[in-house]
């Protein structure tokens, strides 16, 4: 075997030889690395590209001290960022990776790297990295200068068109120089302003004196303006600290120079014509460009906006419209109004129309209220004009005032509410003491005396009374309360839960059941705890209250996606439902029609609803019971709308 | 010995309402009108229980708390109870935050206090 093994290893010896002379004859550079990060071998190209001898590459890592890598932008290569480093670490090859060396003899070389990791069979970890290398300097070199030949003509091309399609003169200038000043990575660039004065002035030739003196703009570029007669002016570039402007450079400044000639001989042409043009082709060219621009920002107003005739025929109608009513232009200009739709704002802006043929010019614009199906308020004004050919039209404007409306209304009643609200809560606290009073002796009075028969109905009474007073002085408190939610999050099926305990004495004195259905997966909501399941359980005490003996009380929730996104929850009974002219005032203070009610129950419901920024809403069911449903959102609209002072801190005691 | 009760209220109706119907059920009853008069009665009796409204005539308007301060550092083993009005959670926070055994809201049924009064005092109500 001895010699089996002898063979074996010559032929290893002789193949690794082999491949040790390819790999030194190669042009590529390449380097082994061991898995402890340190250079085990390099070849001969990897000296020659990075100037140093073999003995000052092998044995050191990738923080060789003798170079220095850079990014190219500059930034230092850090050595965990290395690609072998990284295909030591996580096994993976990096690629084409460019990297930038300052040699020790100060040669900046440009590399392009790859790494390879070593595996010996059946280990997963690399024992070696092979790198490799090429010298790509003078590719990149070209490659460099490819682009910014690339970025020159891409300025001149640009400049030129903007010359050509009429860009003023100004604005072209400082495009100009900004894109000057990119290319050339200038510290700033220059034209002399003279060019602009002399426009103006209607000539345009500056005078000698005008010439920038070199001792003005040292190491600068100074590049004429030239003009037919005279020149026009002149770009001055100022290079960076130790950068130069060399002939390439001034080609390009030149080609750009004769382009702002070019457009500054263009525009004193056009101002001397605009002296002898007509006064109806410049007012023509006015109404024109103003015509289009008008045009421009009639589509992007965000509300609806029409042009109509006064038979309702459509003139215009601006984007806002079209994607409102879902009709295209075509289909709406020289339409009848009716043609957008027979649902609000349409129907308003159709009957509003009559009213502006007879409108008085001195009296205001009609204006119209209309809300949608959608729940959204519309606010309509017609303006009546007349165009210059004396035709009579209107220019009809649908604003959705929806959050105006509700901001209102909740305004409204939050100033009701804090007038009333210490009025309220400051009779409240000085009626709790007498009636404390009268309580507490009642309450004597019945302890010694309660065993006679002739007294019980007495105190029964009063009792009674007493009781019915306490309830309404306790929420009458409530209703003042300031206006401080301790805000958490909220499960809906907790707090209905919540509610629905709170009502199940009262359900079971009175026969009724309450059913309590969610959909199951609503989302949390940012509220009050104990000031919502307060709402439910009011609105649960009025359902229960008002249902038959033997009914049910459905008590549901639901989630809401759409313009707002929250749950829904309704409380449903079976009772005889709202009267019609009542819906619009159950949420009035002490509006009651339930014997011994305070009246209260639902305007705290309201109140404290409005302070989630939520909405509640009395409704009658199609099988005559009645429905209040609760929305709340899952992200109140605004803070702070809160209603009246904090009372505590008035009246407190 | 029957447990020792002081009931401070500026209200007279109050006051004698309370001790008719605690005198029957085994306490002795004093009572007092003024924050002054009441700390004085503090400082020299043994009370098991001080019954306090929050607001009394001065013009601070949470003289029960001062009260009740007072009881805690001259009177430890006084269990106290306040009565309000005024249904404001600060104030019921503040009273609980100084020790006080319970806040309750007027008008306050007496079976009910009476019920809380033995199980503070450690009596059958």
């Known amino acids: ?653 | 010995m029957k447990p020792r009760l002081l009931v401070v209220d500026d209200e007279e109706s109050i006051l004698s309402a309370i001790r008719d119907y605690f005198e029957p059920r085994g306490y002795e009853v004093d009572c007092a009108r003024e924050l002054e008069e009441a700390e004085a009665l503090l400082s020299h009796i043994r009370y098991a229980l001080l019954i306090a409204d929050l607001r009394l005539t001065g013009v601070q308007g949470n003289e029960g708390l001062e009260l009740i301060r007072f009881a805690r550092e001259r009177s430890p083993w006084t269990r106290t109870i306040v009565l309000t009005g005024y249904g404001s959670s600060e104030i019921e926070m503040e009273a609980i935050g100084r020790g006080v055994d319970a806040f309750l809201q007027k008008p306050q049924p007496l079976a009910e206090l009476a019920a809380i009064a033995a199980n503070l005092t450690g009596r059958d109500a």
């Open chain 1, 1 to 653: 075997m001895p010699k089996t093994r002898e063979a074996a290893e010559s032929a290893l010896r002789e193949s690794e030889e082999r491949l040790r002379a390819v790999v030194a004859a190669l042009e590529e550079g390449i380097v082994l690395y061991e898995a402890d990060g340190s250079v085990s071998s390099c070849n001969a190209s990897a000296c020659r590209i990075l100037g140093l001898r073999e003995d000052q590459i092998v044995g050191r890592t990738s923080r060789n001290p003798s170079l220095r890598a850079v990014r190219e932008d500059g930034s230092p290569f850090e050595p965990e960022s290395h690609p072998a480093t990284i295909t030591l670490l996580t096994g993976l090859p990096c690629s084409r990776v460019t990297m930038g060396i300052e040699r020790a003899d100060g040669v900046l070389v440009w590399l392009s790297v790859n790494s390879r990791p070593l595996r010996r069979r059946g280990e997963p970890d690399p024992f070696a990295v092979a790198v490799s290398f090429v010298d790509v300097t003078r590719a990149r070199s070209s490659e460099r200068e490819m682009r910014w030949r690339a970025d020159q003509h891409s300025v001149i091309a640009d400049l030129a068109s903007h010359a050509l399609e009429g860009t003023p003169l100004q604005e072209l200038m400082e495009k100009a120089v900004r894109r000057v000043t990119d290319v050339l990575d200038l510290a700033r660039c220059g034209i002399t302003d003279r060019l602009q004065l002399h426009l103006r002035a209607g000539v345009g030739w500056p005078d000698k004196d005008d010439f920038p003196k070199g001792a003005d703009h040292p190491g600068a570029a100074v590049i004429v303006i030239p003009g037919r007669q005279r020149s026009w002016g002149f770009l001055i570039a100022h290079p960076r600290p130790g950068g130069r402007i060399g002939s390439e450079e001034t080609r390009f400044l030149d080609s750009v120079a004769t382009l702002l000639a070019m457009a500054a001989e263009r525009e004193r042409e056009q101002s001397s014509r605009r002296r002898t043009e007509s006064r109806q082709e410049r007012l023509q060219h006015a109404l024109r460009t103003s015509a289009q621009e008008w045009r421009l920002t009639f589509d992007a107003l965000t509300h609806p906006l029409l042009l109509v005739e006064l038979d309702g025929r459509i003139i215009r109608l601006n984007r806002a419209a079209r994607d409102l009513s879902g009709v295209d232009y075509d289909k709406a200009v020289f339409q009848h109004v009716s043609v957008l739709g027979k649902g609000q704002p349409w129907r308003a802006i159709r009957e509003l129309l009559p009213q502006v043929d007879s409108a008085d010019a001195e009296a205001d614009d009609p204006s119209i209220q209309a809300r949608d199906d959608q729940g959204r308020t519309w606010d309509i004004t017609m303006s009546p004009v007349t165009s210059p050919d004396n035709q009579k039209g209107v220019v009809v404007v649908a604003r959705d005032i929806t959050d105006l409306v509700r901001l209102q209304e909740s305004l409204r009643r939050s100033e009701t509410m804090s007038a009333m609200g210490a009025l309220v809560a400051g009779v409240a606290h000085e009626v709790r003491n007498p009636l404390f009073g009268i309580s507490a002796t009642l309450d004597a009075f019945e302890s010694r005396f309660g065993r006679r028969k002739d007294f019980r109905r007495y105190f029964d009474v009063l009792q009674v009374e007493v009781k019915r007073l306490s309830e309404l002085m306790h929420q009458l408190l409530d209703y003042g309360k300031p206006a401080r939610l301790d805000l958490a999050e909220v499960t809906p099926d907790e707090v209905m839960a919540m509610a629905a305990t709170a009502c199940e004495p009262l359900a079971s004195r009175c026969g009724v059941d309450v059913a309590v259905r969610s959909d199951g997966g609503l989302p949390q909501l940012h509220v009050d705890r104990g000031r919502i399941a307060q709402v439910f359980q009011n609105l649960l005490e009025n359902a229960i209250q008002h249902s038959p003996k033997g009914k049910t009380v459905l008590f549901r929730a639901e989630r809401v996606d759409g313009d707002r996104d929250g749950v829904r929850f309704a409380v449903e009974d079976a009772g005889p439902g709202f009267l019609p002219g009542d819906l619009h005032r159950v949420f009035e203070p002490f509006f009651t029609r339930r014997r011994g009610g305070t009246g209260l129950g639902l305007s705290i419901v309201q109140r404290i609803v409005d302070q989630h920024g939520g909405e509640v809403l009395a409704a009658n069911l199609a099988s005559g019971g009645a429905a209040m449903t609760v929305f709340l959102p899952l992200r109140p609209r605004r803070a702070g709308l809160t209603g009246p002072p904090a009372l505590a801190e008035m009246v407190r005691g």
